[in-house]
């Protein structure tokens, strides 16, 4: 085959997708292994967004709303915003896609930070774009560098807040000055894809920043249903932007881009507030009582302003996490984002920090790590 590439596609890392737990299991040998590395939500999903699912089941044969209109009206209800300002996507990925595909040229500039959410680089090239990458200044975002490096080719700037990988959040009054300075062409992306697990103090007002964009930049917010919902199976997150930047993402947007059951489940999710605040505080419990004794064991632990925190184990971080594989327990392993020492762990059931938190010293005192 003679089929020509173009050598910005022939670039691209594919993204890395882990291997299935029960593969895991057959290659190490283990069972009953327990997954806390994607930050999903370790208490399952909302029991009213399953019974959605079900009931929705008898029509799997019709095409779903291909506006999500009964969706895009709870969310618009949910956070304050009128349905022409809200676009739901396959997962807030996909809002990423829609943005790139609708401001990005090729040889425009995207400004984006390292480490953080791969797909906005891998988007970017897709498209053709020049990604400006910026190191993380104190495991946050370096607004300074960021505004430095803006040109007349900077069409958006990625700002996940909370960080992923760091678990870090901005202090709102820099990135209120922040936006201030820069022009109107910029579009500036909150992937707020953690919002729910965030102090109040550091949550950011996207709502007056998407209202009153007039004269400065836009703004769009980014949302998922994946992390306090517990729907990361079936693909739904959104965004929040003026009603101008949505009708240019609609332009883009395929019109069946959210399946029928991912669209009942949200809707039912965001009615159940009994699991989302149980959700929370099992989380914020959680943390605080894995937090405090990693530090006894001989760690150290990072702030989080998410439902993960990352560790420094005193060692390599890569054959720490090939240890505790051996015993049944995922993590994450920062080596590959230039933090050798350190590990992520998402919060899981108080079982499940249990047995982190076991075979964690038990992995640390085997590879020498800590006495």
Known sequence: MKAQVPDHIKSIVPYPPGKPIEELEREYGVKNSI?????ENAWGSSPKALEAIR????????YPDGSNYYLVQAIAEKDGFSPDEVVVGNGSDEIIEFLVKAYVEPGDEVITSHPSFLMYQKVVQVRGGINKVLPLKGMCH???????????????????????????????GKLYSFLSDLPESVIVVLDEAYVDFMDDEVQIDVYSLIKNSKGRC????LRTFSKAYGLAGIRVGYGLMSAEVAGYLHRVRQPFNVNQLAQVAAIAAIKDSEFYGSTLQGVREGKAWLQEEVEKIG???????????????KGDAAA???????????????????????????????EENQRFLHTLQECLQNLGYIQ
Do not use: W
């Open 35 to 39: 997954k806390l590395a994607s930050n």
């Open 55 to 62: 009931q929705s089941l008898s029509n799997l044969h019709r």
């Open 142 to 172: 370096d607004l300074d560098a960021i505004i430095s490096s803006v040109t007349d080719r900077t069409r958006l700037i990625f700002l996940d807040n909370p960080n992923n990988p760091t678990a870090t959040a901005m202090d709102p």
């Open 218 to 221: 836009g703004v769009v917010a």
């Open 299 to 313: 760690c150290t632990s990072y702030s989080s302003q998410t439902n993960f925190f990352l560790i420094d184990v």
């Open 320 to 350: 720490l996490y090939e240890a505790m594989l051996h015993k049944g327990v995922i993590v994450r392993s920062m080596k590959a984002y230039g933090y050798s020492n350190v590990i992520r762990v998402t919060v899981g059931t108080t």
